[in-house]
């Protein structure tokens, strides 16, 4: 709650892959509050009234994600409304002539998630901004299973961090009407 808060605020591509993470934190933990309770929340050096708001958050989520039958896979209505809007700034930043930089950027970065989404076997109507969150999301777990990461998909990572940084970015300038298009 505390970490998702933040970085909703910050950088949404981050708040959406901690999101993932969150929910298959819940899946691993069998949707059981108590595991929640005794392995992360009382983790945290909080005040009871703040354990008491974290409990409640994912007491929401375990709910939320029961609701939308994504126990096994799948995100949260909420999470997916927000890579929507990503994709939704994405496609007008392509349209917008004040943004070449941005198009510049991303026709760059547009062959290695080709060669993601080869790799993966991710349909065709998966968005280009969600298959970036994929790939970025992929490479985490790899990471935390401390598996070794070539040099080529090193470099391709780093392009697809810097593309979503930058969406991050303008989506934050947008949330505060600071974005111009025209």
Request: proline share 2%.
């Amino acid at each position: 709650m505390i970490i998702a808060h933040q970085k909703r605020k910050e950088n949404v591509a981050e708040y959406v892959l901690y999101m993932w993470q969150v929910e298959d934190l819940i899946r691993a933990c069998q949707f059981n509050i108590e595991i929640i309770q005794n392995n992360i929340i009382n983790q945290f050096g909080q005040s009871d009234e703040v354990k008491g708001q974290m409990k409640t958050w994912y007491s929401d989520l375990i709910s939320m994600m029961q609701e939308e039958q994504v126990m096994q896979k799948g995100h949260v209505q909420i999470v997916r409304n927000i890579v929507d809007d990503m994709d939704e700034l994405h496609l007008a930043l392509l349209k917008s002539p004040k943004h070449v930089d941005y198009n510049v950027m991303f026709f760059n970065v547009l062959p290695c998630l080709a060669e993601f989404r080869q790799k993966s076997s991710a349909p065709a109507e998966v968005s280009d901004v969600e298959l970036a969150l994929n790939m970025m999301y992929e490479i985490l777990l790899l990471r935390l299973q401390k598996r070794e990461i070539s040099e080529g998909t090193q470099a391709a990572v780093k392009q697809v961090s810097r593309f979503l940084a930058v969406l991050s970015d303008l989506y934050k300038k947008d949330e505060n009407d600071e974005l111009e298009m025209e």
